[in-house]
């Protein structure tokens, strides 16, 4: 039994007192700045990111994945309490838990996320472990044409899946490449777009893209409309779901599990695709769905487990193809390459205790939600109260103090002003900051590949099509592409993210 | 021209993007370009920017063709201040210090905020300052001096 004899490597690594406690931490910090409304588990990420870089890496990636769940279980308590999604997978939570809220069962709508999060989690954690290693063995097999055309159809994806305008997002992914290679040409050591300003050779960091974007231009965002919020919940009783509602949600749980860990492997998806899928299939089951958005804990478990399902699952690309499937995963691989780790097939046969010790990590970090969240819940919904106008000095602050410790560099704070005017700028004209983030990642590698490729066929860009994985690879890209220019799916697509305006 | 473009946010999204690849694409005539073979450090760069260029060229143009919402209510005050207090910061952590800069950047972003009332805003100074003094520079250690060289240390 090979599954279990890995798992007991990354048992050994991740069950030292020091990484659970980094674990802990993470999940409890996590929690903390997710539940502060207005910030997403991106920028909670990005904020927390410089915290690890003292850290080895084992426990720097335990402690990242720790604070993605903490962030992303806080932005359900917002979601729930005061109808104020943190991120955009929590969306759909808020319909129903926001109305489960207003008649008292806000107890037994936050249990039920933890619940059903944690099912999602344990169920996902293990096909991690399963599908992982065969999933690695064919990418080690990859050529630099395969990994161009992986990448092709990777951004592609997160295209489609993701809503709004096409070309714009398609548009906002190029621009993403083009400032992923700002800085020097490793091959040719050319300065590239650099304007001679020393901070820039070594590139741009990526901390400072996704504060600026997703932290910053948030927050310019949410001084536009500082309309006042109202926590109805004072104090959370009844934790405990009813024999009724268990009943209730063991369906929904489980199509949600299934459902979010086949969509959080495909790239772009993720935890919001999941979550809005899951909740269209437990309406579609529903004997009743005009009980929908009216408070049916059907409506809590199903999402909130397919959101959880798709966030775990989201790390096998990740961690097998070194191809992040979206921002969150974008900020591990730049992550791992800060702590020296080239994310990738290699990762698992050269890094063992790595690789397994974040795949057992991440089912004792879901653990930890449950323990740690149900008894905490009275500090959540304190920290919900404060008003918004006390509470975003203190968020920049944190963004200044983080992007200024990268490097102890002025300059870094200046481009994260920089990188904030931009994201606020995309966020009026309705160009989505993700696909950059995206790019901005993908932008060095993609670059490397097509040069790689291109020096072995000898200038043939046939090789792309030759390869039979690689054209598939493209062919699928296109297919989706084509898909998304149809009518009908195009209809279908506006359809399933309408609910979330 | 208002009548011209009937979808703002599209129009003015595709002359952002077509000006950024223009950009882009003027500065990487600089690199040599190179082959498909043997790649250039500006083979790249240049085949993304002219595609950035174009397709912004075609929201452009499509936004002439479509409807679309105006762009309404830009947050002046936050889009000002808050890039201006970060800036501020940065120029004066070194120099001045944790304390200043951060009490500095507390006060001029607060001011964005509709709500903004120097009383608060004081007590937020003081906490805050104080908190990352703690945090970051007596637990975490951070390389950044309590009170800068400019007050004479």
Known sequence: ?501 | MQGLIRNPKDFWSGVMFTAVGLAFAWISQDYQFGSARRMGAGFFPMVLALILAALGAFITLRALFTEGEGIRGLALKGLLLVPIGCLIFAATVRGGGILLSVGLLVLVSAAASVHFKLRTAAIMMVVLAAFCALVFIIALGLPIPMVGPWFGN
């Open chain 1, 1 to 501: 039994m090979e599954l279990i004899a890995n798992l007991g490597i990354g048992l050994e690594a991740a069950f030292t007192p020091i990484n659970l406690l980094y674990c802990l931490a993470g999940v409890f910090l996590g929690t903390l700045i997710g539940v502060l409304p207005g910030l997403g588990p991106v920028a909670t990420i990005a904020m927390l990111l410089p915290a690890t870089f003292a850290l080895p890496p084992v426990s720097a990636l335990i402690m990242l994945a720790g604070i993605y769940y903490g962030a992303q279980y806080g932005g359900s308590t917002t979601a729930i309490l005061i109808n104020l999604p943190g991120e955009s997978s929590s969306v759909i939570t808020a319909l129903d838990g926001y109305a489960m809220a207003r008649q008292g069962r806000a107890g037994a709508a936050l249990s039920t996320a933890a619940l059903g999060s944690f099912f999602a989690g344990t169920v996902a954690t293990f096909l991690l472990a399963v599908f992982a290693p065969p999933l690695a063995d064919i990418a080690l097999k990859f050529g630099p044409a395969e990994y161009f055309s992986l990448m092709v159809l990777g951004l592609m994806a997160s295209v489609v899946l993701a809503h709004g305008s096409l070309p714009k997002a398609i548009a906002m992914i190029v621009f993403g490449l083009l400032l992923g290679i700002v800085g020097t040409d490793v091959n040719s050591g050319t300065q590239r777009f650099t304007f001679e300003v020393p901070e820039l050779a070594d590139g741009i960091n990526f901390v400072v893209v996704a504060m600026g974007m997703f932290g910053l231009g948030e927050v310019i965002k949410n001084l536009e409309d500082e309309h006042s919020r109202s926590v109805f919940v004072k104090s959370v009783t009844g934790l405990m779901p009813t024999r009724e509602d268990f009943k209730r949600i063991v369906g929904p749980i489980l199509r949600g599990t299934a459902l979010g860990s086949a969509l959080g492997i495909l790239p772009g998806g993720g935890a919001m695709l999941s979550s809005f899928a899951a909740y269209s299939l437990e309406k579609k089951v529903a004997k009743d769905p005009s009980r929908f958005g009216k408070g049916a804990i059907e409506g809590v478990a199903g999402p909130e487990s397919a959101n959880n399902a798709g966030a775990q699952t989201s790390f096998i690309p990740m961690l097998t193809l070194g191809i992040p499937s979206n921002p969150v995963m974008a900020l591990m691989i730049g992550a791992m390459i800060i702590q020296g780790i080239q994310p990738g097939p290699a990762v698992m046969t050269e890094q063992p205790a790595l690789f397994w010790g974040i795949i057992v990590s991440m089912w004792i970090g879901n653990l930890f939600l449950i323990v740690l969240n149900l008894p905490l819940i009275g500090i959540w919904v304190r920290l919900l109260t404060i008003p918004y106008h006390v509470l975003f000095p203190g968020i920049l602050v944190f963004c200044c103090i983080g992007v200024y410790s990268l490097n102890n560099s002025a300059f870094d704070v200046y481009m994260m002003a920089g990188f904030g005017l931009l994201g606020y700028v995309c966020a009026k004209l309705e160009c989505e900051p993700a696909p950059m983030l995206l790019g901005f990642i993908l932008g060095p590698m993609m670059e490397e590949y097509l040069r790689r490729a291109m020096t072995l066929s000898r200038g043939n860009p046939m090789v792309f099509i030759e390869r039979p994985i690689s054209a598939a690879m493209l062919a699928l890209a296109l297919i989706a592409l084509l898909a998304v220019l149809s009518p009908a799916i195009r209809k279908k697509r506006e359809e399933a993210f309408q609910e979330e305006e």
